[in-house]
């Protein structure tokens, strides 16, 4: 199996190449450093645009030409292409059809926050089309020489218990031999902490909803005990979190979070 990672031109390419070099030493895959052309359509008869063209060309080559420096002699099998597409998610969807696929690793927005990730275009079309896992990078992120991934985080609510979303989250965390470290959510408006609310009753009904997303965890993972069984990852270990946070929503308490090794993935 192969590990695509889609390398934009220039600077922006760099968080998406370091991501995916590290899941490929985690889940011990080869590579595919892949950069999209797009042509023009209709064609240019005049050719008017063929110093674009070749701008656009030169760029996607010195892209690679830096991959290949970076990912350099080691014990990954590599290879580089340059694909030509009337866009560059069909350049991609074009090579994820075409070849053996297991992953795709894409970039966030230059236009996001340092260290979160923001979805482009490309990447919000590959994330909807894909029926492989998807790795999105933080901008700006870089593995700091990190040989391995060795925890995973998935968040996960009341509402989640009846799907398949932990075990899709251990059978990944299993592929990268790391631990799986499920996050809960307890989100306490503002308004509601302005009001006259005794705090041992808070704390007694968070303590009641804890247990319960701990007996919804501890269930499902245990339907997932033999999961490393014929596999090449280690069995997963899991761990709980719980964040109580007095903020509006749940995006306001992923955005509170450290900036740690946070990258976003889909798993189908």
């Not at 023009?40 to 063929?50: A, F, H, I, K, Y």
């Not at 996001?112 to 896992?133: C, K, Q, S, Y």
């Not at 799986?180 to 009753?201: H, I």
């Not at 069984?229 to 280690?234: F, Q, Y």
Request: glycine residues 6%; neutral net charge.
């Amino acid at each position: 199996m192969t590990i695509l990672i889609a390398l934009a031109p220039g600077t922006k390419g760099v968080p998406a190449l370091h991501l995916g070099a590290v899941l490929a030493r985690s889940r011990v895959e080869d590579v595919l450093v892949c950069t999209v052309v797009k042509t023009p359509w209709p064609p240019d008869p005049n050719q008017s645009d063929r110093e674009f063209l070749e701008l656009q060309r030169t760029q996607a080559e010195a892209s690679l030409a830096h991959a290949k420096s970076y990912l350099g002699d080691g014990p990954l099998r590599t290879e580089f292409a340059v694909s030509q597409a009337s866009s560059i998610a069909a350049g991609l969807m074009d090579t994820i059809t075409a070849r053996d696929i297991s992953a795709v690793v894409l970039g966030s927005s230059s236009a996001g926050v340092l260290g979160r990730v923001m979805l482009r275009v490309v990447a919000g079309r590959i994330l909807n089309t894909a029926e492989i896992p998807v790795y999105v990078a933080p901008r700006n992120f870089e593995d700091g020489h990190i040989e391995s991934i060795n925890r995973m985080s998935v968040a996960f609510g009341r509402a989640d218990h009846d799907s398949s979303l932990l075990i899709k989250a251990a059978a990944a965390a299993n592929e990268l031999s790391a631990a799986l470290r499920v996050v809960c959510f307890a989100v306490r408006p503002m308004a509601a902490a302005n009001e006259a609310v005794e705090l041992g009753a808070e704390e007694a009904l968070v303590q009641k909803w804890q247990e319960n997303l701990k007996s919804d965890v501890n269930k499902t993972m245990a339907t997932v005990k033999g999961l490393s069984k014929g596999s090449k990852g280690a069995a997963t270990a899991t761990t709980m979190d719980v964040l109580l946070a007095r903020i509006i929503h749940e995006k306001c308490a992923i955005n509170a979070m450290p900036l740690i090794s946070f990258t976003t993935m889909r798993m189908r």
